[in-house]
């Protein structure tokens, strides 16, 4: 299979003039297949279980007892993983999925305003997410993300709370999806300092094609 992704993006992460925002191992993509299609993700319901890291409405009983697990060992020693699983109960006409992400950023060496070294010290991120999906009628489904986000650079903490929430519609005949998401709605619960920085608010619309003659799936996000 052929995957092509499109993207269009304004994010103030890494933007001259942007605003920080705490966690950015929210903006790691959680596996290898949505960092290919560029994190043009929100409409993909193929039962990828890593879909609800991009939109907590692309589970659906097609992703039920399904897991996943990455790895990426990344340049710097940075090293960052992605653990996911899905459950359908259909009792409850829900599908339910947990996952795990971490980052590793390696060992830094620290300094003084001088200049003048203080000894290395490690950091990481790690967010642990569960979700919620149900289907409103025979092509739309709408699903809710919770995350706790843990922080911690040298003997520094931070903790956060989040929510993401979504909707997709499907077209079976057309083979067409489109998504929409709302990511990291929350607040931090403790920072680094006095003045927390802001979670990394995002809206996602995007939409999804499989042709029917060709083993392309074609896949465009926007971001806001």
């Known amino acids: 299979m052929v995957v092509l992704g499109g993207l ?11 605003a920080l925002s705490s966690f950015p191992l929210l903006r790691f993509d959680a596996s290898a297949r949505t960092a290919g299609l560029g994190g043009a993700f929100t409409a993909v319901a193929d039962g990828d279980v890593n879909g609800f890291f991009a939109n907590p409405a692309l589970p659906s009983p097609a992703t039920s007892r399904t897991s996943s697990l990455s790895y990426l060992n990344h340049l710097a020693d940075i090293n960052a993983g992605t653990l996911a699983y899905s459950h359908t109960a259909p009792g409850l006409g829900t599908t339910f999925s947990g996952g795990v ?25 790690v967010a642990l997410t569960l979700g919620a999906a149900r289907a409103l009628g025979s092509r739309v489904r709408y699903g809710t993300n919770v995350h706790l986000l843990y922080a911690q650079i040298e003997d ?11 909707v997709r519609y499907r077209v079976p005949a057309q083979q067409l999806t489109l ?20 979670l ?3 809206l996602q619309v995007g939409l999804s094609k499989r042709l029917a003659h060709l083993p392309l799936l074609l896949s465009l996000t926007a971001y806001d």
């Open 8 to 18: 269009m993006a304004t994010s103030a992460f890494g933007q001259p003039g942007g």
């Open 101 to 125: 992400r971490f980052v590793h950023w390696g060992t830094i060496q620290g300094r003084n305003r001088r200049g003048e070294r203080t000894g290395a010290f490690s950091a990481g991120d």
């Open 200 to 202: 990394p608010l995002d």
């Open 179 to 198: 998504g929409a998401s709302l990511r990291h709605l929350g607040t931090s619960l403790s920072g680094f300092g006095p003045k927390s920085a802001a």
């Open 156 to 166: 520094a903490q931070a903790t956060a709370l989040a929510t993401d929430l979504g």
